[in-house]
Nanobody, 114 residues
Framework: QVQLVESGGGLVQPGGSLRLSCEAS???????MGWYRQAPGKERELVAT???????NYADSVKGRFTISRDNAENTVYLKMNSLKPEDTAVYYC?????????WGTGTLVTVSS
């Protein structure tokens, strides 16, 4: 059974930075890992994804501010978030595609507020 554990969320002021981490256990190979977020009253949306081969994809709203990276040896994915805005406030979820299933973490809350 694949388990994902996120960490690194918290309260940060507008313009600040945070780095989220997500460690996967229970599998040796993960095809793709990613971050999604869900703000209060909104649907869950894509933030960024990264394949095992190094290809990345970002939502337009975070391009140039967020960077996703992976440590394949450690089955860990990171999300470095810079220039945070109040509209980035959400619960951030990690996911991992281990063919043929998609697994989700339980989420970590990021609050951007002064």
């Amino acid at each position: 059974q694949v388990q994902l554990v996120e960490s690194g969320g918290g309260l940060v002021q507008p313009g600040g930075s945070l780095r989220l981490s997500c460690e996967a256990s229970g599998t040796l190979f993960i095809n793709a890992m990613g971050w999604y977020r869900q703000a209060p009253g909104k649907e869950r949306e894509l933030v960024a994804t990264a394949t095992s081969g190094g290809n990345t994809n970002y939502a337009d709203s975070v391009k140039g501010r967020f960077t996703i990276s992976r440590d394949n040896a450690e089955n860990t994915v990171y999300l470095k978030m810079n220039s945070l805005k109040p509209e980035d406030t959400a619960v951030y979820y990690c996911n991992a595609f281990v063919n043929p299933r998609l697994y989700w973490g339980t989420g970590t809350l990021v609050t951007v507020s002064s």
